[in-house]
């Protein structure tokens, strides 16, 4: 079955400095993958997503990511944190392009960003 | 923001009621997926409608039904709530193609006592 974990429930950063939310994957045949910010009392907002192609996926509000085949991660980052960047970030990933494209989330990471 | 819209934002039922949650579309869209999200938790599939049909369905038993409507609206029906239905009801539409992505709206936010 397919599934996403995100190992750390809360990541601290301290504005300005770079940052990294991690996601693992497992999954049988290629990974669709996915990340959302959830801001407090919203809905998901997409950032950003892998289908095929570039290891490194540029997305939204300078948010990118790292697709390791090897490694089985796609972790999210960004250059330079800030404030407003503070949210929680949920890593998904798609049950395949033939069946029901239903997502699979992980349990979320809250980053925090520190003035 | 999306142009996915959600109805009502905020819902108060008791034990045993029944409950309906809307949701439209995003213009050029035509499939809608319904996930739960508990408190501290990662949103859950429960189930996609395309063409006016269910398209799969997640581990949510009966008592969660839905519809599609000729214009890609969709509602979640929930009967006989339990307690532990209290959720944030997150919608979500895409196009039917194999690099779709799903948008979601702002999500119900519906409290059983």
């Known amino acids: 079955a397919q599934s996403v974990a995100q190992p750390e429930d809360q990541v601290n950063v301290a504005e300005g400095n770079p940052l990294t939310v991690k996601c693992t994957y497992s999954?049988?045949?290629?990974?669709?993958l996915f990340w959302y910010v959830q801001y407090p009392n919203r809905g998901l907002q997409f950032l950003l997503k892998?289908?095929?192609?570039?290891?490194l996926v540029k997305g939204s509000y300078g948010f990118e990511a790292e697709f390791n085949k090897s490694q089985t991660s796609f972790h999210l980052k960004k250059p330079s944190a800030l404030v407003s960047d503070s949210a929680l970030y949920f890593c998904?990933?798609?049950?395949?392009?033939?069946?029901?494209?239903?997502?699979?989330f992980g349990t979320g990471t809250r980053l925090q960003v520190f003035p | 923001e999306t142009g996915v819209t959600q109805s009502p934002t905020h819902l108060i039922k008791t034990r045993g009621q029944q409950v309906t949650l809307r949701c439209s579309s995003q213009?050029?869209?035509?499939?809608v997926s319904w996930y739960q999200q508990a408190l501290g938790q990662g949103p859950q599939f429960i189930f996609q409608?395309?063409?006016?049909?269910?398209?799969g369905r997640g581990n949510f038993p009966p008592r969660f039904s839905g519809l599609q409507f000729p214009n890609y609206s969709s509602e979640l029906n929930v009967n006989a709530l339990e307690l532990d239905d209290s959720a944030l009801y997150l919608c979500?539409?895409?196009?039917?193609?194999?690099?779709?992505?799903?948008?979601f709206g702002p999500g119900t936010r519906l409290l059983v006592l």
């Open positions: 979500a539409s895409s196009f039917r193609q194999l690099q779709e992505t799903q948008y």
């Open positions: 999954v049988s045949g290629n990974p669709y």
């Open positions: 892998y289908i095929t192609g570039d290891n």
């Open positions: 998904a990933v798609r049950d395949g392009p033939y069946n029901t494209d239903k997502l699979i």
């Open positions: 213009s050029g869209h035509n499939t």
């Open positions: 409608y395309y063409r006016e049909e269910e398209n």
